[in-house]
């Protein structure tokens, strides 16, 4: 069996939570667990926010390898379901991976402070104050809306789209689609807008208009710059992770339930 097996030298990572704990105790000493610097995947054990977390690491430490996720949060979206019963190791090997390139943000504040960070889910820019965003949106060059007034915005990946995306009112999107969602939040001008579509080589540019008196920040997942001036945003396709799934139970799977959910 050992010969047959597409992953030899896998790691074992866990959410501080109580139940991922405990399921990390009990697998301890069911397998010759390595380090995650010398695993070919990894088994994750938590919910969807500490998985963000482990593929994050990922792309900031330049090494990425299949992640295996086990559910022991909440929604679990990115996660399998929990199995106590099934035979852990048969279930990763005969796990599909799904190939999930993030954005890659990169930003600058009015002080000229500037970052360059990727996002699995979505970048968003959201308003800091009382006072409406406007915001210049550019896709390639080309300005497509010289100014959005509106709580915020935000660019998702098929991997996000039925996050933060879909409580905005986006579309979802299939994983395969090579396509990004442009999801306006709260949009009071142009009224009528309700966002765009768009082939996932696009490169999208935000322009922050009157700065001083309507500040923005951008967030990429969890990390956040606040009082931005301006923001790029493009696929990062040589960053590419991989998620693995069970048979019948892979993201594109859960994303095609969503759009019939009620």
Not at 53 to 65: F, T
């Amino acid at each position: 069996m050992a010969d047959s097996q597409k992953y030899k030298n896998i790691a074992l990572l866990a959410s501080d939570s109580e139940h991922a704990q405990e399921a990390y105790q009990a697998l301890l000493a069911k397998h010759n667990w390595v380090p995650f610097a010398d695993a070919d995947a990894v088994v994750v054990l938590g919910g969807d926010g500490y998985m963000l977390a482990v593929l994050h690491s990922m792309l900031d430490e330049g090494r990425v390898i299949p992640a295996y996720g086990m559910n022991l949060g909440t929604v679990g979206f990115l996660m399998n379901r929990r199995n106590d019963e099934a035979n852990f190791i048969d279930r990763l090997n005969a796990a599909r991976g799904f190939s999930i390139p993030p954005l890659r943000m990169q930003a600058t504040t009015q002080g000229g402070a500037s970052c360059d960070w990727y996002a699995i889910n979505e970048v968003s820019l959201l308003r800091e104050t009382r006072q409406t965003a406007k915001i210049e949106v550019s896709v390639d060059g080309n300005v497509r809306l010289e100014e959005l007034v509106c709580d915020g915005v935000l660019l998702s990946t098929p991997a996000g789209s039925t996050a933060y995306n879909l409580s905005a009112n986006g579309p979802i999107l299939p994983l395969e689609s090579r396509l990004l969602a442009l999801t306006p939040i709260s949009a009071f001008r142009p009224r009528n807008w309700r966002g765009a579509i768009l082939p996932d080589r696009s490169k999208i540019r935000f322009k922050i208009n009157e700065p001083r008196k309507r500040p923005v920040l951008a967030v990429a997942d969890q990390k956040e710059l606040r009082d931005i001036a301006e923001v790029s945003v493009s696929i990062a396709r040589k960053c590419s992770l991989t998620l693995l799934f069970d048979p019948g139970h892979s993201l594109d799977d859960r994303i095609a339930a969503e759009q019939f959910a009620v």
